[in-house]
């Protein structure tokens, strides 16, 4: 109280033109810093820590252990690109790939993740890019929920497969996404407000089944968006059963099973609710780590198949990608990538003139409704497209906080004869806490 | 139907059945190895960590949300040493006993007493610092006697009915260990006061209990590889000591780096095998401190012989 009054006098003493007012936010102002920062006020240097300690030892006290932060964990991911194409590059949709000659921001991600209480855990990450701020993911994740279920709800990436739960731009060895992930997902990957239930089976080893169900609001595969629910037929669900498997100390196998079905966003405004999309998917993952070193090797592979109905009929193509990373040590990392669209093939079904023009949106059909114009550049994403590209990355890492990468992709173009290459150079940095990795 | 019903309710059933044993999960295997002290013949012990994994760097495989799961009590070295694997597998083992705040997760670092180098300024420009102080306590005996004795502590208010068995075992181990702590600190008195060149800054807890001068790190600034300049810089700075000090590097450092240094300073180079279990010798907490002071006393030998004794010949390497 007596240390309370004296700083008020002093500060009262350094800017006597202030009102009490505002001397006295200024005092509270200065407190909570004090408060949120505990460290600060230790910074006395280190003989005041060192006679702590002698203290500590001679009079065998303990110091009581660190007050933790009140303060989530606090993030932020730059991520930029440079990209050069050698012709016209195939379609991809602008969100955060890299899609025209020259410079561009791929993404700048903030992260705050923390324990709620010690019964729920919140991450929210928000993406900002040139265009505006976004929410990227903002969900709560239950840590003490019984029979071991584990409820995850709010805005977040669909447990569909490997590349789209996590945060590509940081957890994957490209600086694009796989092109069965952009052509079924969109550049925003598959995402949506809602609620997730997955469970630990009590079996000898790891096996996961999670349920989701999501508002549909993608822009490419599927296609309500969270204003216009009316029933829960308008919602994503999404089932995944996930397996991992040591075969040995340093070797671990993980497969897993996804399957996805929603409304899409064909016919316009009174077709959707007619017309369903299904996806179904496999992943496989191979990862060995080396003895006693930071160096691993990762082969990962995932297949997906879509079927979408669509007015007249539907369209039914699979597509797979291949990649092998090998990560040297702390600081360099290589990994290349095969990818392929039309496994199946790619095909129409019913009417026998389908797929030869643009197959209108939903959430197109609200966007002409709204701002007059129409775009159909999302329809082409549900048509089938036999594609195929291969790719190679080089990483280097001067910390655990910077990275280079330097990739080259050949995309053989559909139907012609030869392709186009791309070439991307990325930098990210993170500041703040370092999240825990994706395995 | 009628078969798998029965199937599943023998799962159901199996977790509560099986409570007569105690499930204790650690991060790390020094940590495992003292729990397996207190814990005894009472219940099972599970390390998360391989012996020869860098405690930074381990893979959070899925693959051990299953111990996690069953865990009553995790013990782990807090400080933020896990930060980069443990967080995303405690959410995947849906166990609300282990979560931090509740009394099944030990935070090692709070029953140390005050960590060292708690650093005045968090900046990355100084490197991955451990922003709460060095977590990598158990180096030091002292304070592993204080680990022990914590999880007895902490095992007893968990599980009642064998306190008792918990607080003997921890005794028991304790006045193994004082006994060790005694003799250890025998042998290595003729090197108080020596220097040592870590490769990161692990080593600093052991460095405290010895009373062995850190000269400098192999590494400029906690996780980041060291450059030519640095490294001359060090070797130099190696050159002009004396006594001659010794390079410590564990198992998952650049071991060409590390050795290079050693080389061209004319020091020994002290390699550490690992954790607890990383070798056939050092299978339990007092072995494994065998072990390291072992060789680490030799390094300082071959250094700097006693005086008297003829020099022995050394190929840069105290194994
Ligand atoms: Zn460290």
Redesign the pocket.
């Known amino acids: 109280m007596q240390l309370t009054a004296m700083k008020t006098r002093f500060v009262l003493a350094l800017a006597p033109g202030w009102s009490e007012r505002a001397h006295l936010s200024f005092v509270c102002l200065v407190l909570s810093v004090f408060l949120l920062f505990p460290p600060a006020v230790r910074a006395q240097g280190g003989d005041q820590e060192e006679l702590e300690r002698e203290l500590s030892r001679a009079l065998a006290v303990e110091a009581p252990p660190p007050r933790a932060s009140l303060l989530p964990d606090i993030s932020v991911v730059g991520t930029f690109a440079a990209a050069w194409f050698s012709g016209e590059p195939t379609p991809r949709l602008a969100a955060h790939e890299p899609f025209h000659h020259g410079p561009q921001l791929q993404e700048i991600e903030l992260g705050f993740r923390s324990n709620v209480d010690p019964f729920v855990r919140a991450d929210v990450f928000l993406a900002v890019s040139l265009e505006g701020i976004e929410v990227e993911e903002a969900y709560v994740t239950t840590l003490a929920f019984p029979a071991d279920l584990r409820l995850r709800g709010g805005e977040m990436y669909a447990p569909f497969g490997r590349v789209n739960q996590v945060h590509y731009l940081e957890a994957t060895p490209f600086a694009d996404l796989p092109l069965v992930n952009r052509r079924f997902f969109g550049g925003e990957q598959l995402r949506g407000l809602g609620l997730e239930v997955s469970y630990l089976l009590p079996l000898p080893f790891y096996a996961e089944i999670v349920g989701a169900a999501l508002s549909a609001g993608n822009e490419v595969s599927f296609g309500i968006p969270a204003t216009e629910i009316e029933t829960p037929r308008d919602l994503l669900g999404v089932a995944r059963l996930a397996t991992a498997f040591d075969l040995g100390d340093r070797l671990t196998l993980l497969l897993g099973a996804s399957y996805a079905n929603g409304p899409n966003a064909s016919g316009g405004l009174e077709g959707a609710r007619a017309h369903r999309t299904q996806i179904w998917g496999a992943d496989f993952t191979l990862r060995l780590r080396d003895a006693a070193s930071r160096a691993h090797t990762a082969l990962q592979a995932e297949w997906m198949t879509r079927r979408a109905e669509v007015p007249g009929g539907g369209f039914l193509q699979g597509g797979a990608y291949v990649w092998l990373v090998r990560r040297f040590d702390a600081r360099w990392e290589a990994a290349i990538r095969g990818d392929i669209l039309g496994l199946p093939s790619g095909r129409a079904f019913g009417d026998p003139h389908l797929g030869e023009e643009e197959v209108f949106l939903f959430a197109e059909a609200i966007h002409a409704h709204e701002h007059d114009h129409a775009h159909a550049e999302t329809g082409e994403f549900l048509r089938p497209l036999r594609q195929r590209r291969l790719g190679a990355s080089l990483s280097f890492y001067p910390s655990e906080f910077q990275r280079l990468r330097l990739q080259a992709n050949y995309d053989f173009l559909p139907g012609e004869g030869r392709g186009i290459w791309e070439a991307f150079f990325q930098y990210q940095f993170v500041i703040g806490s370092h999240g825990a990795h994706a395995f | 139907m009628r078969p798998l019903v029965l199937f599943l309710s023998a799962f159901l059933v199996a977790p509560f059945s099986a409570r007569a044993e105690v499930r204790v999960a650690t991060t790390l295997p020094a940590l495992g190895a003292l729990a397996r002290e207190v814990v005894g013949a009472n219940g099972t012990v599970t390390v998360l960590a391989p012996p020869d994994q860098d405690p ?1 760097f381990v893979d959070g495989k899925p693959t051990l949300i299953l111990a996690l799961n069953r865990a009553q009590l995790l013990v782990h070295a807090g400080g933020d ?1 896990e930060a980069g694997w443990l967080p995303t597998l405690l959410s995947g083992a849906r166990n609300g006993d282990i979560q931090p705040g509740r009394p099944g997760n030990l935070d090692v670092s709070t029953l140390t007493g005050p960590l060292l180098e708690v650093p005045e300024k968090v900046d990355r420009a100084l490197g991955d610092v ?1 922003p709460r102080g ?3 306590v158990w180096l030091d005996p002292r304070r592993a006697r204080k680990i022990a004795l914590g999880i007895a502590e902490r095992l007893a208010s968990l599980d009642a009915e064998r306190a008792a068995a918990y607080r003997d075992n921890a005794r028991r181990f304790v006045e193994r260990l004082d006994e060790k702590i005694a003799a250890w600190e025998e042998r290595m008195r003729p090197h108080r006061g020596r220097g040592f060149v870590p490769y ?3 080593l600093t807890y052991l460095a405290d209990w010895l009373g062995l001068a850190e000269v400098a790190t192999v590494e400029p600034v ?1 996780g980041i590889a060291p450059s030519p300049s640095h490294l001359a810089r060090l070797i130099l700075e190696v050159r002009k000591r004396e006594p001659r000090p010794v390079v410590v590097a564990e198992r998952w450092h650049n071991q060409r780096i590390a050795r290079t240094v050693a080389e061209k300073a004319g020091v020994p180079l002290v390699v550490i095998p690992g954790d607890v279990g990383s070798t056939r010798e050092n299978g339990d907490y007092i072995s494994f401190m065998e072990d390291l002071l072992r060789r680490l006393a030799a390094g300082f030998e071959a250094a700097e012989p006693a005086k008297g004794s003829a020099p022995q010949p050394t190929d840069g390497q105290a194994q």
Request: glycine fraction near 0%; hydrophobic fraction near 10%.
């Open positions: 930074h040493l451990h060095n977590p990598h990161h800054k692990s906690p």
